[in-house]
C-alpha cells in the first residue's frame, strides 16, 4: 500500500482514505476494547450466548441456488 492509502467511497457518496496507520491501529485493538466499543454502539450490540446457540453452521458450497 502507498503512503496515500486506499480511497473508498461511501453509501452516501463521501470518501475516505484507509491508509496503513488504520490498519496497525485495528490489529492493535484488544477483544476488551472491540466489546466495550460494541457495547457503546446501540447498533452493534453483541450477542448473548442463548443467541448465538441458535446459529446453525452453514457450508455455502452445499447450499443450493435459487
Known amino acids: 500500500m502507498s503512503d496515500k492509502g486506499k480511497i473508498y467511497q461511501k453509501t452516501d457518496g463521501s470518501t475516505i482514505t484507509i491508509t496503513e496507520d488504520h490498519y496497525k491501529k485495528a490489529r492493535e485493538i484488544t477483544e476488551e476494547e472491540v466489546h466495550e466499543a460494541a457495547l457503546s454502539d446501540p447498533d452493534a450490540q453483541p ?3 442463548e443467541e448465538l446457540k441458535q446459529f446453525k453452521p452453514v457450508n ?3 447450499r443450493k441456488s435459487k
Open 47 to 49: 450477542l448473548t450466548e
Open 60 to 62: 455455502p458450497h452445499l
